[in-house]
């Protein structure tokens, strides 16, 4: 069955630093895998995504994920924190005939000045 | 580009009552997703249609059921509702399969 890990239930983080969220995923055929966040209140936003090709993603705000097949992984990281980065991230993972998504629970980060 | 759009932001319903939700895609998103998220159990997957076809559903009871229109527009509805129904409900639009999906602001339906 199709499902989601995220590690870690909350991390703080000091503005500046830099950051990695873990991600693992189970899933039986070629995963689409997808970084979602989401600010108090708000919908979810769409931070980058995988579908194929190079390992390594660019997405929007600085964030960047990296695939490991063998290690069934989707991390994502970002070089240096900003206080705006605080919020709950998602990790996501869908069928190749993709309509439905199996989400993480999500992991929250706190970013202290 | 005008996002998704849900209506309303915020309803207040008594145990029993039904509601109906409203998503309007993005123009030119055909394929439309309904989620459910709460603090307990996180984002839950409803259903997802495609051209006023509902292609999969979640493991929900028969009391969540939504359709699709020809505009792409989508409702859902909650019949007999539990307090545990309670939640942000999101709806997502994707131009096609696989695409990634953009959400909405949601609907927090709180039910006393």
């Known amino acids: 069955a199709q499902s989601v890990t995220q590690p870690d239930i909350h991390i703080t983080v000091s503005e500046g630093a830099s950051l990695e969220l873990r991600c693992n995923y189970s899933?039986?055929?070629?995963?689409?895998l997808f970084w979602y966040v989401q600010s108090p209140g708000q919908g979810l936003q769409l931070l980058l995504k995988?579908?194929?090709?190079?390992?390594l993603v660019q997405g929007i705000k600085g964030f960047e994920a990296e695939f490991k097949r063998s290690q069934s992984s989707f991390n994502l990281r970002k070089p240096s924190v900003h206080w705006s980065d605080a919020a709950e991230y998602f990790c996501?993972?869908?069928?190749?005939?993709?309509?439905?998504?199996?989400f993480g629970t999500g992991t929250s980060l706190t970013v202290i000045p | 580009k005008a996002g998704v759009t849900q209506t309303p932001r915020y309803l207040i319903k008594t145990r029993g009552q039904q509601v109906t939700l409203s998503c309007s895609p993005i123009?030119?998103?055909?394929?439309v997703s309904w989620y459910q998220q709460t603090p307990g159990q996180g984002l839950q997957f409803l259903f997802e249609?495609?051209?006023?076809?509902?292609?999969n559903k979640g493991n929900f009871p028969g009391r969540f059921s939504g359709r699709q229109f020809s505009n792409s527009r989508s409702e859902m509805n909650v019949s007999t509702l539990e307090l545990g129904d309670s939640a942000l409900y999101l709806c997502?639009?994707?131009?096609?399969?696989?695409?990634?999906?953009?959400f909405g602001s949601g609907t927090r339906l709180t039910v006393v």
């Open positions: 995988y579908f194929s090709g190079d390992t």
């Open positions: 996501a993972v869908g069928a190749e005939n993709g309509n439905q998504f199996y």
């Open positions: 123009s030119g998103h055909r394929s």
């Open positions: 899933y039986g055929a070629t995963p689409y």
């Open positions: 997502a639009s994707s131009p096609r399969v696989g695409y990634g999906y953009t």
């Open positions: 249609y495609f051209s006023e076809t509902q292609r």
